[in-house]
């Protein structure tokens, strides 16, 4: 069975940090990409970040690109999300999901994990 | 601003047939296939259709999806109260380089 398990998430302070994981099993880790896609409370998804399957490539939103970056350890089955300089907007539940094709499909998503940007 | 246009909302009633669009542009939809996702209330979303109009193991035939040009269609017969979620779409944007979705339908079941 395909999971995803998300942690990490939490209350920081604006300007402060936190890394997400997310731990895949059930399946070929190592060869899949990866997203994170983030949700605001009451809002809708949006796409945050992507790893190819070797961590050769990766890509950002405009929104975090340079606060942001992504990281997978296949090894470990794990992909990661540090974050840097939050701001208040950050303040989403962050999922975490396997693709498929090439961006255009996710078939399985973590449960999602919280992350509160406040003072 | 989503890249994608749903409507905010759909309802109707148990037993009857709903359809939730989906209008982009010829850099997304119009190039690109598209899936469509259910999120019930408090839960991660879930995927319902891929590839336009294919259903995933365990999705039943009650959902369907279909794509023309630059929108894309989710339609569900047989409404049920358990349907009661919100529904995106989503695909792969050629221009900006990024997975993007639509701003999510809620569907009701009166």
């Known amino acids: 069975e395909v999971q995803l398990v998300e942690s990490g998430g939490g209350l920081v302070q604006p300007g402060g940090s936190l890394r997400l994981s997310c731990v895949a099993s059930g399946f070929t880790f190592s060869s899949y990409w990866m997203y994170w896609v983030r949700q605001a409370p009451g809002k809708g998804l949006v796409w945050v970040s992507r790893i190819n399957s070797d961590a050769s490539s990766t890509s950002y939103a405009d929104s975090v690109k340079g606060r942001f970056t992504i990281s997978r350890d296949n090894a470990k089955n794990t992909v990661y999300l540090q974050m840097n300089s939050l701001r208040a907007e950050d303040t989403a539940v962050y999922y975490c999901a396997r693709d498929v094709r090439g961006g255009t499909c996710h078939d399985y998503w973590g449960q999602g994990t919280l992350v509160t940007v406040s003072s | 601003q989503s890249v994608l246009t749903q409507p905010p909302s759909v309802s109707a009633a148990p037993g009857q047939k709903v359809t939730i669009s989906c209008s982009g542009s010829?850099?997304?939809?119009?190039?690109?296939?598209v899936s469509w996702y259910q999120q019930l209330p408090g839960t991660a979303p879930k995927l319902l259709i891929y590839?336009?109009?294919k259903r995933p193991s365990g999705i039943p035939d009650r959902f369907s999806g279909s794509k023309s040009g630059t929108s894309a269609t989710l339609g569900i017969t047989g409404l049920q109260t358990g349907d009661e979620a919100d529904y995106y779409c989503?695909?792969?944007?050629?221009?900006?380089?990024?997975?993007?979705f639509g701003g999510g339908t809620k569907l009701t079941v009166l």
């Open positions: 010829s850099s997304n939809i119009g190039n690109n296939y």
């Open positions: 989503g695909t792969w944007d050629s221009s900006l380089s990024e997975a993007v």
């Open positions: 590839d336009n109009n």
